[in-house]
Nanobody, 123 residues
Framework: QVQLAESGGGLVQAGGALRLSCVAS????????IGWFRQAPGKEREFVTA????????SYADSVKGRFSISRDNSKNTVYLQMNTLKPEDTAVYHC????????????????WGQGTQVTVSS
């Protein structure tokens, strides 16, 4: 079973930047695709971005393309989410999640989840 732990959230002004980290417990980390999802109050959890373990392929939601960047360091069992030019509508709890599959990015495709880290963007 994969355990995931997010960090790096906080309060930032609009236009600012944050970098989130997701550390996995599993030594076979590279076998998993890691995704970032977010959930704002009263809204459903939505896909943000994901990165494949085998070749580093990525996918992004249209709402974050050009502003967010995902990367991974398999030697450290860590995935990073660099968030630039943040907007108030990016405010949410951000979760990382692990999946052995690639190609579908709904929450149900992911088997393991972290507890989340709060990101708040003030206007």
């Amino acid at each position: 079973q994969v355990q995931l732990a997010e960090s790096g959230g906080g309060l930032v002004q609009a236009g600012g930047a944050l970098r989130l980290s997701c550390v996995a417990s599993e030594r076979t980390f590279r076998r998993y695709a890691i995704g970032w999802f977010r959930q704002a109050p009263g809204k459903e959890r939505e896909f943000v971005t994901a990165i494949r373990g085998s070749d580093g392929s990525t996918s992004y939601a249209d709402s974050v393309k050009g502003r967010f960047s995902i990367s991974r360091d398999n030697s450290k069992n860590t995935v990073y989410l660099q968030m630039n030019t943040l907007k108030p509508e990016d405010t949410a709890v951000y979760h990382c999640a692990a999946s052995r599959a690639w190609g579908k990015f709904g929450p149900s495709e992911y088997d393991y989840w972290g507890q989340g880290t709060q990101v708040t963007v003030s206007s």
